[in-house]
């Protein structure tokens, strides 16, 4: 059995929130699409004569991607982590052959492995995907030690019938 106990940070909790979304192959194509179509504006607008309405729809697009759209995101991070009342307490996340089991001062679940829609791993964390929206994350850093992550990869790694995206199988 593999015990970890988790505090997660407000700092997990954004971390989180932008891989999400900068992971999204739809939000990626939006965002390539967004910048292509502004490099041609830009380019008018430096090189050429001047039109207010090209300057205009660059400087939306470019506004748009790289300001609104980040101070968005951190700003849904900070609501997810001030209004999910789990997150300001430790959670313990229990792993066997047969069960996950996620307890916190807020509420107790167990599930099987077999419900799992994916167990993926990053840097930072592994996410336990009960379906395509729903997930439990575990911060790397709630670990005691490099060999209970590796032990915790072998377990997963062990169950064939979840989708596994895992580092080092």
């Known amino acids: 059995m593999i015990i970890i106990k988790a505090n997660v940070t407000l700092k997990d909790v954004v971390r989180y929130t932008f891989y999400d979304f900068y992971t999204n192959i ?3 194509i939006i965002q390539v699409l967004i910048l292509i179509a502004t490099v041609p504006w830009l380019y008018q607008e430096l090189f050429t004569s001047y039109d207010p ?3 205009m729809f660059s400087w939306i697009g470019i506004i ?3 300001m ?7 700003l849904k991070a900070r609501k997810i982590y001030k209004s999910t009342k789990e997150f300001h307490y430790p959670i313990q996340y229990e792993f066997d052959d047969k069960l996950i089991k996620i ?3 807020t509420h107790e679940h167990s599930h099987k492995w077999d419900i799992l829609y994916k167990v993926t791993e990053t840097k930072w964390w592994f996410s336990f995907y009960f379906n395509q929206l729903t997930t439990s994350f575990i911060p790397k850093a709630a670990f005691l030690n490099e060999e209970q992550i590796q032990e915790s ?3 997963i790694a062990s169950k064939k019938g979840v989708k596994q995206s ?4």
């Open 166 to 169: 895992l580092f080092n199988k």
């Open 68 to 74: 609104l759209i980040p101070i968005k995101l951190y």
């Open 103 to 105: 307890t916190s001062s």
């Open 153 to 155: 990869r072998s377990l």
């Open 53 to 55: 309405r090209i300057n």
């Open 26 to 28: 739809g939000r990626v």
């Open 64 to 66: 748009y991607m790289y």
